[in-house]
């Protein structure tokens, strides 16, 4: 026989093992020749020992299992052994002993399935090479750490590696006698696939003709001639670790809290599975191990709002196979992404699921927090028992974060304990306040990298990052965190079946019940709700508070007392808060907006800086701690942080949900007047940039009114208030004049019904006429002028025909008055007179009058406009501008605005040229204006118009087009319009600069 190289197995003994030897121990062998340095060949050694060892110790419980006690009973120490296995993970050492006392009671007497079992058991070659290599399994694998001596590795493989060896050729015979196998079951219990060899690629494992038939899918001991010799299920079993993944070949571990957990070797995969709990106990004989009062360590069996930690493994129900896969998926990647809804259970799942399951692993959590790096190194100083390192990892993190894996690997390899070299798993909960909380790209960037480089080739760190789902894309982004979006881990909302399972089983672990048709109720109240396991936990451990121990049960009445599912939550916490006094709730909500992110997640503030809030603060947060809707925790160095227990405390507490949404609005109006304000301040606070009164103008003096705008944000709201008050004044004197205008608006319709009087008031009009044009003196004239106004204010726009009949009986003189032009107006805009004057311009369609009566300006049908100085009878033909659509003038007649055809706005003022005015919307006709012509009111349209050296027009609002009246206040601050269908509308002009 060849030498075989130091530290690896002989070829012959290698190649048997890899083809017939069980499956653990050929996956390990098969490690073993691929191993790449002393180091690892060491370790893998070991590996291969234990594959040995558990195998036959499995065996041999489950003869235990299959033969019951032995004749004479187990011995003393089998029995204690046996206890323990169902209670907690035995040792290397244990299962050596218990796997010898179980023979023991067979070494003289036949009787037990596998007689070659028994032989190998009771050869002391065999027992002392296993005393031999559990030496090295406890000690000798840490005596040389990754630095050790190269030499002194070579002489310990020397040493080891032969030991191993004979052990494995011990075991020989039984491994040519015997075969795991199992059946296949779309078959009839005899077509079976053969579990010995290593893995074969993709599951393509050989199939093996049994001699007899077997259960389908349990594992089973068959000879060489394929007959079954022993069942090994329930523990032994062959299932995927995962979906998707290979299947491996589980071996007992041990019984704990009502589950029984196997273990794959030597992938270190794991499998939990309630069902199989009892058998194993009651086939062993350990049916009284369970708990009935509930578990070690746990005051009650549901957590409310509050996450599962680790300690929470006992009463966490309902998603086993989802903890079992994951756990499996991170022994085998360095860097798994667990990803999910806000409510769906990922911190709990991987704390009380996940960790529990990685029995042999180290498992060390954090929050990145606003400062992730020291987060980081806290809690790595913690795992390593040495404080003093946080500075020494700092100094890492800063200046070489990618380094942070390697470095703790070197560190735990050096101070492992027990000869084993266990899994690191770091857990980053709540990953998102990379995003939201940490401010510093750099130091993100930094921390991002360091918990990337914990998931390296060859190490034996692992990085779990727990991140929302709607934040998982952003935070896979992240360069240095690319490699979580490989492996990610979605958590859902479990279905109906988990959830009822995770209320009846904790009860249950506590001796409770809950009342027929409950759980049911429950569930289906939130089974479609994103957050059905935390409300159920809450509504649940309302219930327990109200269960009905004279019957041991959670009761309907208490459920409906509570509202429901849904109710329950928020009852509680609006009946914590209407507990308080209203100085206590002033405190709680500035407490509770402090605890939520703009982004409406869960923010960790110290408690010291909420205290600060006020003098009721920390007796607020103290009420709230008590009742359940806040957490505390403690931070290194003794400061103690706050948090919401949970997210669904946003969601679905309608009192904070508002508070939030006033809170946005302000955070959003706060943003917007400081811009505003901004420029305002920057063009020299002109009076036309201020606010209108609205919503921005109330939220901004409540803001400056609580101190939390800018100086010139509060300069901007004080000035924009002073000059809505101003326009409310204004606003109120037209008011008063529209309303005076409608009410003559209605006489006017009343006279309109009493068309028949017109004609006698026309006779009369024209008497008292012809009277005065009798009569030359000033004084009869003035009273003549006085008359026409009144017969005007009767008679204009009610009846055309009247009024040209009234001017016709005046004098020359009278018809230069005012008051004449009115009449004269209404007949020439009713068609009833084409003309006033005699002009080549043609007949006249529109007249504008100025306030002293000298001038008026007029409109051919043609669009052309003739300025008339009335006392001077002299006429100006204005080239260049068309009226068609209307026009207005100002009280002496020195400027007209006119529109034209096209609705183009121009203005003309005395000896200069007109001007096309450039903007606004196309016009309709009628033109009303300002008495300095800068507020103009054209259609329905309100209009500013530029001083006399610009030319540029503005809308500033829009009016009914159909009005009934209008006015214009005496220095053109605000124009008022009515309707009978509209009422009032006021339009304020800006201030003129």
Not at 5 to 17: C, K, T
Not at 102 to 126: F, K, S, T, Y
Not at 140 to 169: I, K, N
Not at 452 to 472: K, M
């Amino acid at each position: 026989m060849s030498e075989a190289p130091r530290g690896e197995l002989g070829a012959e003994l290698a190649d048997a093992a890899t083809t017939w030897y069980p499956l653990p121990i050929a996956d390990a062998v098969v490690a073993l020749a691929h191993a790449d340095t002393a180091h690892e060949r060491r370790d893998r050694v070991v590996e291969v020992f234990r594959a040995h060892l558990r195998t036959l110790a499995a065996i041999a419980v489950a003869g235990r299992v299959a033969t019951g006690a032995p004749p004479g009973g187990d011995t003393d120490e089998a029995c204690r052994l046996l206890a323990k296995l169902c209670r907690q993970a035995l040792t290397d050492g244990e299962w050596a002993g218990l796997l010898r006392e179980l023979i023991r009671p067979w070494a003289d007497r036949d009787g037990h399935p596998v007689a070659a079992l028994v032989a190998l058991v009771r050869d002391r070659d065999h027992a002392r090479l296993i005393d031999e290599l559990l030496v090295m399994r406890k000690s000798e694998t840490v005596a040389h750490g990754p630095t050790g001596d190269a030499d002194q590795l070579d002489e310990l493989l020397a040493r080891r590696v032969p030991q191993l060896e004979r052990l494995l050729r011990a075991a020989e015979p039984l491994w040519r006698a015997h075969r795991l196998a199992c059946p296949r079951t779309s078959t009839d219990g005899r077509d079976a696939w053969s579990l010995a060899g290593d893995t074969p690629a993709r599951g393509r494992w050989a199939r093996l003709r049994l001699a007899e038939a077997a259960p389908a899918g349990e594992v089973v001991l068959v000879d060489g001639d394929g007959r079954p010799r022993l069942r090994l299920h329930p523990v032994v079993l062959h299932r995927r670790p995962r979906d998707g993944a290979t299947e491996e070949l589980f071996v007992l571990d041990h019984v704990r809290r009502g589950s029984a957990v196997l273990v794959a070797l030597p992938s270190l995969a794991e499998l939990r599975d309630r069902d199989l709990a009892g058998a194993i106990e009651a086939a062993l004989g350990r049916g009284d191990a369970g708990d009935v009062e509930g578990p070690p360590g746990v005051d009650r069996p549901f957590r409310g709002l509050a996450r599962f930690e680790r300690r929470h493994a006992a009463v966490f129900h309902g998603r086993d196979r989802e903890a079992e896969a994951l756990a499996n998926r991170i022994r085998g990647a360095g860097l798994v992404c667990v990803t999910g809804a806000s409510g769906a259970g990922k911190s709990s799942l991987v704390a009380a699921g996940v960790l529990p399951r990685l029995a042999d692993a180290a498992a060390v959590e954090l929050r990145p927090g606003p400062d992730p790096e020291h987060a980081l190194a806290r809690r790595l100083a913690d795992l390593l028992d040495e404080p003093t390192l946080d500075d020494a990892i700092l100094s890492l993190l800063a200046e070489r974060p990618d380094q942070l894996g390697r470095w703790l690997d070197r560190r735990w390899r050096a101070r492992a304990h027990d000869g084993a070299t266990p899994l690191v798993v770091v857990v980053v909960d709540q990953a998102e306040e990379l995003l939201t909380l940490c401010d510093d790209p750099g130091r993100r960037a930094r921390a991002a990298a360091a918990i990337a480089s914990l998931a390296g080739d060859g190490l034996i760190s692992r990085a779990v990052v727990i991140v929302r789902e709607e934040l998982f894309a952003r935070l896979a982004s992240l360069p240095e965190l690319r490699l979580a979006a490989r492996e990610v881990e979605v958590v859902t909302t479990p279905g109906e079946p988990a959830l009822w399972e995770a209320l009846v089983g904790p009860a249950t672990a506590f001796g409770h019940a809950f009342d027929d048709g409950l759980v049911d109720e429950m569930v289906a109240a939130v089974s479609h709700s994103a957050g059905a396991l935390p409300l159920l936990q809450f509504c649940a451990d309302a219930l327990w508070d109200r269960r009905d121990p004279s019957t041991r049960r959670l009761t309907t009445a208490a459920y409906r007392a509570l509202g429901g599912v849904e109710g329950a939550l928020a009852s509680h916490a609006e009946g914590v808060f209407g507990r308080l006094t209203p100085g206590q709730q002033t405190a709680a909500r500035r407490a509770l907006l402090r605890l939520v992110t703009s982004e409406r997640t869960r923010a960790v503030v110290p408690r010291a800086t909420l205290d600060a809030l006020g003098d009721d603060a920390a007796a607020v947060i103290d009420r709230l701690l008590d009742a359940r809707l806040l957490a505390s925790r403690e931070e290194a160095g003794g400061a103690a942080t706050i948090e919401l227990v949970h997210e669904a405390l946003i969601r679905r507490w309608d009192r904070l949900a508002g508070w939030l949404d006033d809170e946005g609005r302000r955070g959003r109006a706060r943003g917007r007047l400081d811009e505003l304000a901004r420029g305002w301040d920057h063009d020299g606070r002109p009076v036309d940039r201020l606010l209108d009164p609205g919503a921005l103008l109330d939220d901004g003096a409540a803001l400056a009114g609580a101190g939390e705008l800018s100086g010139a944000g509060g300069a901007f709201v004080a000035a924009s208030r002073h000059r809505a008050r101003r326009r409310q004044r204004v606003r109120r004197a037209a008011i008063a004049l529209l309303a005076a205008l409608a009410a003559a608006a209605s006489i006017g319709g009343l006279l309109a019904d009493r068309q028949r009087r017109h004609a006698r008031s026309a006779e009369r009009a024209a008497r008292v006429a012809a009277t005065l044009a009798e009569d030359r003196g000033a004084e009869l004239a003035t009273r003549a002028d006085d008359m026409i106004r009144l017969r005007a204010a009767a008679i204009v726009d009610h009846d055309a025909t009247a009024a040209l009949a009234t001017l016709a009986t005046l004098s020359p003189a009278a018809r230069r008055r005012p008051a004449s032009w009115l009449l004269a107006l209404a007949a020439t805009r009713a068609g009833v007179a084409t003309a006033i004057f005699h002009d080549p311009a043609g007949a006249i369609d529109q007249v504008a009058l100025s306030g002293d009566g000298e001038v008026a300006f007029t409109v051919a049908r043609t669009g052309a406009v003739e300025r008339w100085q009335l006392g001077a009878r002299r006429v100006q033909r204005l080239v260049g501008v068309d009226g068609r659509w209307g026009i207005a003038t100002g009280p002496h007649g020195d400027w007209l605005i006119a529109v034209d055809g096209a609705g183009a706005v121009w203005r003309w003022r005395d000896g200069a040229a007109p001007r096309r005015l450039a903007g606004g919307p196309a016009a309709s006709p009628g033109l009303t204006a300002s008495s300095d012509g800068r507020f103009v009111v054209r259609g329905a349209d309100v209009l500013l118009a530029g001083d006399a050296t610009h030319d540029d027009l503005r809308l500033v609002a829009s009016h009914l087009a159909a009005r009934a009246a209008i006015a214009i206040a005496r220095h053109g601050d605000a124009v008022a319009s009515w309707s009978p269908d509209a009422g009032v509308v006021v339009t304020v002009a800006p201030a003129p600069p």
